[in-house]
């Protein structure tokens, strides 16, 4: 196992989370008070979602063609200099081409650093590696809200402080460039395909990006449909940061050593199970918290142990390939995971919001229940 390459890889995926974490909402913010309308400024990032979804089917072809290390490092740089560019340009209509590049960047970051990692990690300890790259993902995405509250949202700070981050994330990468890992041949463009042939781990990952998206974006309004106050609202969310923190290593080595069909089925079974008893404890706050805290780690190795699904399926070309149905079908989840809680919220408030969630972690616990019926628990 090239150890080296490995951390050179994580570190550099801890400063893109840092960074996202950072400018997504930041980016909001500045279009806010530079008097954008909310639906505007929905629009606008919604076109994140269109750039993910149309670069992802090209994402074993772009690697084969310039390497791995060399698109990802300038996709770290494309990034850095787009962020900036938000800043810089006023524009609301040039946001538009700016959002779609940024986002493009961002999700071939994520596609090809997950398919070295996938590539590097040996077949005996793949899901303990991945638990080590989840984990820094995390505290790299738990520390760019941080940040943004400390430095504000005026001025150009804080877009320099995700673009340094960036800039900082590619020198490890730099360093292991030679590293990468080989393409033999073009992977696989029907990424659909992928979804046919390995949907637990891919539909695992769309629930998740739902109700993890859903849930940032939502669950502080049901904290304070339930009488929270707003500050006390948002360390729900908070609970859920430090469980997927937590948990995403002793998940990768489960995975490793017991049927990952199995634990998708029981994450999510889980999720469902926290998802019901959150309206018996909702005037509990530390109960709340705490269950928030558990089920939101455990629900977080859908990622972690689909990831490593894949890997021990694929390789090469194949696996590239695999990994880009892999945030494709996040990338789906995330668009529909706050228009579905969302509704559940306003249509049966408060406690629609996690009976949403219940039913989407159910109908994946049946499907899975299905699959398996037919295939069995192999590993």
Known sequence: MDVAALAAVISGITGVGLSLSLSLPLLSIVLEDRGVAPSLIGLNTAVGGVSALTVLPFVAVIAKRFGTARVIIT??????????????VHSYALWFPLRFVFTAAMTL??????????????????GLVLGIYATFLSIGISVGPVILALVGTQGVLPFLI????????????????TREPALPDHGERNLLRFVRMAPLALFAVLVFGAVESGGTAILPLYGTAIGLTG????????????????????IGYLADRVSRRLLLVASAAIGAAGALMMPLVADIYWLLLALLFITGGIVAGLYTIGLTHLGARYTGAELASANAAFVMMYSIGMLIGPL???SGLDFFPPHGFPIAIALIFGAYVAMACVRISRSGLET
């Open 75 to 88: 996709c770290f740089l494309t990034v850095a200099v787009t962020l900036m560019g938000f800043y810089y």
């Open 231 to 250: 500050g006390h609202a948002v360390v729900l969310v908070s609970a859920i940061a430090a469980g997927n923190v937590l948990s995403q290593i002793p």
């Open 340 to 342: 579905a809680l969302g």
């Open 162 to 177: 995700g673009s340094l981050a960036l800039v900082s994330a590619a020198a490890p990468v730099i360093i292991v460039r």
């Open 109 to 126: 970051i994520f596609a090809l650093t997950e398919f070295w990692i996938n590539s590097l990690a040996p077949p005996a300890r793949r």
